[in-house]
């Protein structure tokens, strides 16, 4: 939740809101932004018109509001202990099936709750891009800098590219994302996530020159 | 001009074709820009220049028009992949030449204002279920075609036999449209880049000379990200 808009109201308030949130986020999810009315989320959530331009100017404003949750979502998935810091092949192999585990429940129901507001959202304005790209860039980075530990390490070879191999793994899930709700088969995104690790797994050093571990 | 695909179409005389293809060009910038609820015949008679009888000879009803939309699209895909500069798409000098052809394109279009397929599918795919029919089919052709590309790559020895066409196929498809969504969010080419790059790269994990299977470095395009400016 966007804490700026929600700091001075008082706890009902809050839950008042949050309930908003959540009708909006699961109807757009279900339905695309543009099938998603005010009045629907009104009835939904169980509040009555003047509650909601109360919390929200207009249905700009709750898409915004929407994007903010989303993307605290997908940081909430990619903290799951199984998948400790991203910064190895178990975890982001972990992290690949992961994502297929979900195919049947999440991604062939309406794609990626994040990918699928940014996909819809294409000729929306700058500041609206601004917020998803934020949330891309937030993205990017858990993988990043989870593989610059492993080239670090020496798990990686010298020339793996820390940011081109985060941003290859974010787009090969948001693109297979994309098709396999589209085409309602799991294969594409479960394609597109096991490439993307195994693409960082062919960046991998060869036991020779790997650096020995170091003991701590 | 693309070829549309043939469905629910009347053989058209010349002049017909031109007018039918215009009234699917209009309609597709007007979806870009307002959304598809925002799509009524009235506008888009005014917008395309012809009559309301025109319009409904051409077209039976919106979702007629839609599927033709889709179908419009996705033949510049497909031509796009087909086009003399990319040989048959079946070897490494190919697809790399498909990666700068990629980014030129982008270029070319710009991130408003010109429909994409992931646009489209984007802006498309939750308002029904035969929406997401017509997306799907076209992905299915897009994927086919590179399925056979890689084919032949895998049957000249090019690839390894353990390579899978199809797998491969999806995974340039995915790599693509997702490089797309973050380029199109971002305003800016470097997502597009990193995602095509890593299409040809993992293709040439599967390289039979281990020449072809070294990767290739990702060109790192100046500026990452452009900060947004107000509309």
């Given at each position: ?16 809101r ?25 009835n ?47 975890a ?16 062939r ?16 304005d ?56 589209i ?6 995104l ?8 195994e ?7 060869t ?10 | ?15 017909g074709r ?43 009803d ?59 599918a ?14 799907a ?46 380029a199109?969010?971002?305003r ?23 020449a ?17 400016t107000?509309?």
């Open positions: 939740m966007n804490a700026a808009g929600s700091a001075r109201l008082t706890r009902k308030g809050r839950a008042t949050a309930r908003i949130v959540d009708v909006a986020a699961k109807l757009m999810y279900q339905r695309g932004i543009a099938g998603t009315s005010i009045d629907e989320v009104r939904r959530a169980a509040v009555s018109g003047s509650q909601i331009s109360h919390y929200f100017h207009d249905k700009r404003d709750l898409t915004r509001t929407v994007v903010g949750a989303r993307r605290d979502d997908v940081r909430q998935f990619h903290s799951r202990p199984d998948l400790g810091a991203l910064d190895s092949l178990d982001l192999q972990a992290w690949a099936d992961a994502n297929v585990a979900d195919i049947n429940t999440v991604y129901k309406g794609g990626c709750v994040y990918g699928s507001l940014a996909a819809e959202l294409v000729e929306a700058a500041e609206i891009h601004g917020d998803l790209a934020t949330g891309y860039d937030q993205w990017i980075e858990l993988f990043r800098a989870g593989l610059v530990e492993m080239r670090r390490r020496g798990d990686l070879r010298p020339d793996a590219d820390p940011r081109h191999l985060a941003v290859s793994l974010v787009t090969a899930h948001q693109g297979g994302a994309l098709l396999t709700y085409t309602d088969s799991p294969e594409p479960r394609a597109a996530v096991n490439a993307a690790v693409y960082v797994r062919s960046f991998a050093s036991p020779k020159t790997r650096r020995p571990k170091r003991t701590n | 001009m693309a070829p549309v695909a043939v469905h629910d179409e009347r053989p058209l005389t010349a002049k031109a007018t039918r293809d215009r009234i699917v060009k209009v309609a597709a910038e007007l979806i870009l820009r307002d959304g598809l609820s925002a799509l009524n015949m009235d506008a888009l008679r005014k917008a395309a220049s012809v009559s309301g009888s025109q319009l409904a000879h051409y077209f039976t919106k979702g007629a028009l839609i599927r033709a939309i889709v179908a419009r699209q996705i033949a510049v895909v497909l031509d796009f992949h087909r086009q003399p500069k990319l040989g048959g798409l079946d070897t490494f000098d190919d697809f790399e030449r498909w990666i700068d052809l990629n980014m030129r394109y982008l270029r070319r279009i710009g991130y408003s204002g010109t429909p994409t397929y992931h646009g489209l984007g802006q498309l795919a939750k308002s029904d279920n035969t929406m997401r029919d017509t997306l089919a076209g992905y299915s052709q897009w994927i086919e075609l590179l399925e056979n590309a890689i084919r032949r790559m895998r049957d000249r020895g090019v690839l390894v036999a353990h390579a899978d066409p199809r797998t491969l196929a999806l995974v340039i498809v995915s790599a693509h449209q997702g490089g797309a969504t973050l199109f969010t971002y800016a080419e470097w997502p597009h880049a990193d995602a095509v790059r890593f299409a040809v790269n993992y293709l040439r994990v599967f390289a039979t000379d281990p072809d299977r070294v990767p290739r470095a990702p060109r790192r395009p100046r500026g990452r990200r452009v900060k947004p107000a509309p």
